[in-house]
């Protein structure tokens, strides 16, 4: 039904990839083995955390704003007052000055 050296050759990349991965697990845990825990802590975890924090706070602080400058923009009283503002200004300007 399926070709067969394809799926030779299909099992022989499977089994490089699988072979890269162990070699590349390997080499992570020999490193990460000598690295002192410490190290990893203050030198990986905590900057990570706290630039994430970070983010979160700096947007959390611009939704804010935008939340604010959206109410004020849609603000539906306003928004009546100039439409017949608005209104009031064309026909004022449709009317013309009686000369005498």
Request: glycine residues 4%.
């Amino acid at each position: 039904m399926y070709d067969r050296k394809l799926l030779l050759s299909g099992k022989r990349s499977i089994q490089r990839l699988l072979l890269t991965c162990l070699a590349m697990g390997y080499s992570l845990t020999v490193f990460v083995r000598e690295l002192p825990g410490w190290f990893i802590f203050s030198g990986v975890f905590l900057p990570v955390t706290l630039l994430l924090l970070l983010l979160i706070a700096y947007f959390r602080m611009k939704l804010k704003e935008v939340n604010k400058e959206l109410s004020l923009a849609n603000n539906p009283t306003e928004a009546i007052l100039e439409y017949y503002a608005k209104c009031e200004k064309l026909k004022t300007s449709k009317r013309k000055p009686r000369s005498s």
